[in-house]
Nanobody
Framework: QVQLAESGGGLVQPGGSLRLSCAASRSIIFNVMHWYRQAPGKQRELVATIATGGDTWYTDSVKGRFTISRDNAKDTVYLQMNNLKPEDTAVYYC?????????WGQGTRVTVSD
């Protein structure tokens, strides 16, 4: 099994930026990696995906503002978030499929507010 640990969340004003990190305990070079988020009272939603070859996908609401990237040498995935909006407020989770299991981190909280 792989352990995932997110970091980088915090409180930021609208229009600000944050970079989230997801550090894996094992090599993720062969893994498709995802960032999800869950806002208060809402279902968890897929935000961004990065394939093993670097192809990316974003949900419409973050296109042009968020960038997912990976550093396989560091077993780490990033989510650069720019021009943050109050509706981006959520707990952000890193995810991958490991064997037959879904692996999740503990999440990192992002709050966008004045």
């Amino acid at each position: 099994q792989v352990q995932l640990a997110e970091s980088g969340g915090g409180l930021v004003q609208p229009g600000g930026s944050l970079r989230l990190s997801c550090a894996a305990s094992r090599s993720i070079i062969f893994n498709v990696m995802h960032w999800y988020r869950q806002a208060p009272g809402k279902q968890r939603e897929l935000v961004a995906t990065i394939a093993t070859g670097g192809d990316t996908w974003y949900t419409d609401s973050v296109k042009g503002r968020f960038t997912i990237s990976r550093d396989n040498a560091k077993d780490t995935v990033y989510l650069q978030m720019n021009n943050l909006k109050p509706e981006d407020t959520a707990v952000y989770y890193c995810n991958t499929v490991w064997g037959r299991n879904d692996a999740w981190g503990q999440g990192t909280r992002v709050t966008v507010s004045d």
